[in-house]
């Protein structure tokens, strides 16, 4: 079945430094959610990216969506400790609702 | 969020036992999810409902059982636990009542099971 692939599965990044991850698809995906997770919780949607090349922000958190709908991208600026947690992407067909494995950040102070 | 509530939050149980756990939502949103979640493999689907008494399976199906009689409760069951069940299970709604790609879905707190 159609399946998103995040990468990293971790990332470890300094306080203040930036980051980004990546959820890969082999098919064009309709949309894109963005979820986070902190440690201990459950996930919480952040943001939805429906069209080709979209760049949306909030605050120090950018996402992006690939000009060919196969791939979403997360960047975050100057890491702060409140952005340790995993980050889901998740892609709908249909009823068919299909998160990525996740990328775990951690951060270093 | 406060519209979803799992129960219990936390249960140990031993292998072979039968154990449901349960998931009520206080809107009235059509579809309702059961998802487990472990650690290297993200969350994966156990079964879905898309409205009262219409359910259907997701990823990972086998060893559960869910029900809807009502449109804001969808109970799983575990007919006969086993270790490989110990997870972190979590309910969630989807927004929307047509089953569009761009609802979003809202969890909740999530239950811990731990299978001896």
């Known amino acids: 079945g159609q399946q998103v692939m995040q990468i990293p599965q971790y990332q470890h990044v300094q306080e203040g430094e930036d980051f980004t991850t990546y959820c890969n698809s082999s098919t064009t995906l309709s949309n894109i959610q963005w979820y986070k997770q902190r440690p201990g919780g459950h996930p919480v949607f952040l943001i939805q990216l429906v069209k080709s090349g979209e760049v949306k922000k909030q605050k120090r958190l950018t996402f992006q969506f690939g000009e060919a709908k196969k791939n979403s991208s997360l960047h975050i600026t100057a890491t702060q400790t409140t952005d340790v947690g995993t980050y889901f992407c998740r892609q709908a067909a249909g009823n068919k609702l299909t998160f990525g494995g996740g990328t775990r950040v951690l951060v270093k102070p | 969020d406060a519209g979803i509530t799992q129960s219990p939050r936390y249960k140990i149980t031993e292998t072979g036992r039968q154990v449901t756990l349960m998931c009520h939502q206080t809107?009235?949103?059509?579809?309702m999810f059961w998802y487990r979640q472990d650690l290297g493999h993200g969350l994966r689907l156990i079964y879905y409902?898309?409205?009262?008494?219409?359910?259907d399976k997701g990823e990972v199906p086998d060893g559960y059982v869910v029900s809807r009689s009502k449109t804001e409760n969808f109970p799983l069951t575990l007919e006969s636990a086993t270790r490989s069940q110990t997870s972190v299970y979590f309910c969630?709604?989807?927004?929307?009542?047509?089953?569009?790609?761009?609802?979003?879905?809202?969890f909740g707190p999530g239950t811990r099971l731990t299978v001896l």
């Open positions: 409902s898309a409205a009262a008494d219409i359910t």
């Open positions: 969630a709604i989807r927004t929307g009542t047509s089953g569009g790609a761009t609802d979003t879905q809202y």
């Open positions: 809107w009235s949103h059509s579809y």
